[in-house]
């Protein structure tokens, strides 16, 4: 039997019962992402369904817990290389009992939070030209000038030099993006 979730999607039966073991922490929400879904309770993304396998939010603090459990981490192929995720499966007495899953999904819970509040990593930059070359590059006068000056008429540059368009509704400069689609007749 599948049941709906609020957004009226048919859920698979794997799935609810996933959501009725983590229950125990709040309300869950389910949404349908990468072919299987994400799992969430009061808003924080704790855990992936697929399949018939539910992997939990890990980090370094709780990593040890589930390989020591036998648990597993997923992984999935892109860009022609496997790819590792922070989730890791469920232990089966889990996903049997959810006195036993309290603990898990609370652990999940803690991780998720700890990732919301730590700080992003920045971005490798290429290698094709060292970070002087590319320093050097963005000095040039030429560089400075275009990055001050707005790309078309109706846009404003932004700090960074990137520009953004920009349309006047009554008399006030907002993003093009939030007037768009609001001609007369249109909502």
Same mark, same amino acid.
């Given at each position: 039997?599948?049941?709906?979730?609020?957004?009226?999607?048919?859920?698979?039966?794997?799935?609810?019962?996933?959501?009725?073991?983590?229950?125990?922490?709040?309300?869950?929400?389910?949404?349908?992402?990468?072919?299987?879904?994400?799992?969430?309770?009061?808003?924080?993304?704790?855990?992936?369904?697929?399949?018939?396998?539910?992997?939990?939010?890990?980090?370094?603090?709780?990593?040890?817990?589930?390989?020591?459990?036998?648990?597993?981490?997923?992984?999935? $192929?892109? +860009?022609? *290389?496997?790819? @590792?995720?922070?989730?890791?499966?469920? =232990?089966?007495?889990?996903?049997? &009992? %959810? /006195? #036993?899953?309290?603990?898990?999904?609370?652990?999940?819970? $803690?991780? +998720?939070? *700890?990732?919301? @509040?730590?700080?992003?990593?920045?971005? =490798?930059?290429?290698?094709?030209? &060292? %970070? /002087? #070359?590319?320093?050097?590059?963005?000095?040039?006068?030429?560089?400075?000038?275009?990055?001050?000056?707005?790309?078309?008429?109706?846009?404003?540059?932004?700090?960074?030099?990137? &520009?953004? /368009?920009?349309?006047?509704?009554?008399?006030?400069?907002?993003?093009?993006?939030?007037?768009?689609?609001?001609?007369?007749?249109?909502?």
């Amino acid at each position: 039997m599948a049941t709906r979730s609020p957004s009226s999607q048919v859920l698979p039966d794997y799935i609810v019962h996933c959501v009725e073991l983590l229950g125990s922490l709040g309300p869950v929400r389910v949404r349908r992402m990468f072919g299987g879904h994400g799992l969430y309770v009061d808003e924080v993304f704790l855990a992936l369904g697929f399949g018939d396998q539910l992997f939990l939010k890990a980090d370094d603090l709780t990593m040890a817990r589930y390989q020591a459990a036998g648990c597993h981490p997923f992984a999935y $192929e892109g +860009a022609g *290389r496997t790819v @590792t995720t922070s989730y890791w499966s469920a =232990p089966d007495e889990a996903m049997e &009992s %959810p /006195a #036993v899953m309290r603990d898990w999904a609370r652990l999940a819970l $803690e991780a +998720a939070l *700890r990732a919301r @509040t730590a700080p992003k990593r920045a971005k =490798p930059r290429p290698s094709s030209a &060292s %970070p /002087a #070359v590319a320093r050097k590059a963005s000095a040039t006068p030429a560089a400075k000038k275009a990055a001050k000056a707005p790309a078309k008429a109706g846009q404003k540059a932004a700090p960074g030099g990137k &520009s953004t /368009a920009r349309e006047t509704v009554a008399g006030v400069a907002v993003p093009a993006r939030s007037v768009r689609g609001r001609e007369k007749g249109s909502r």
